[in-house]
């Protein structure tokens, strides 16, 4: 029999649990932020006074009537706003949310199903931000792409590991004939 490889620290005993939970915390406050964002795209639209406010607001700020581009810019996110595809973006991010929410306490109660629905989820996103990476680079995009490789990383090496003492530790029973 073949001795197992040598296991990094980070996997062993109360180091795993504790950056299991890092992760877990991790997803909950990305979901936070997510859930305000849903939300205020949902209702936000909905209040016309803040809406005219806001861009009151804006086109001081920015000197509207001096600047033809950001001018037609406002003018194509009215279009997009009138068309529904702010609700439509709100629901989404509201439906990521709750994959987030479900993933992080899941992960924080160190259920092994929750690891396995991270590992997927996350590792589904990381071609997308490599493509973002690819048109848009910049630091902020690397360290979320580093973070997710290693959460990608890290969730796989527990589940290996977990997967090989549950065999371990309970061997099949031999049963005796006669």
């Not at 005993?13 to 795209?41: H, P």
């Amino acid at each position: 029999m073949t001795k197992p490889g040598h296991e990094p620290a980070i996997l062993q005993g109360a180091r795993r649990v504790r950056y299991l939970k890092l992760i877990a915390l991790f997803k909950i406050a990305k979901g936070a932020l997510l859930l305000v964002l849903g939300v205020s795209l949902l209702f936000l639209n909905a209040r016309t006074r803040w809406m005219d406010a806001l861009s009151n607001w804006i086109a001081d700020e920015i000197l509207l009537e001096h600047s033809k581009a950001v001018a037609y810019l406002l003018h194509k996110l009215q279009a997009v706003l009138a068309g529904g595809t702010l609700r439509a973006t709100g629901l989404l991010a509201l439906f990521y949310t709750a994959v987030l929410f479900t993933e992080g306490i899941g992960v924080y109660m160190q259920q092994r199903w929750a690891e396995l629905l991270m590992i997927f989820a996350t590792a589904s996103l990381i071609p997308l931000e490599v493509r973002h990476l690819w048109h848009r680079p910049g630091l902020v995009g690397v360290l979320i792409l580093l973070a997710n490789c290693f959460i990608v990383w890290f969730l796989y090496r527990v589940l290996k590991r977990d997967k090989g003492k549950v065999h371990v530790a309970h061997p099949p029973e031999l049963v005796e004939t006669r």
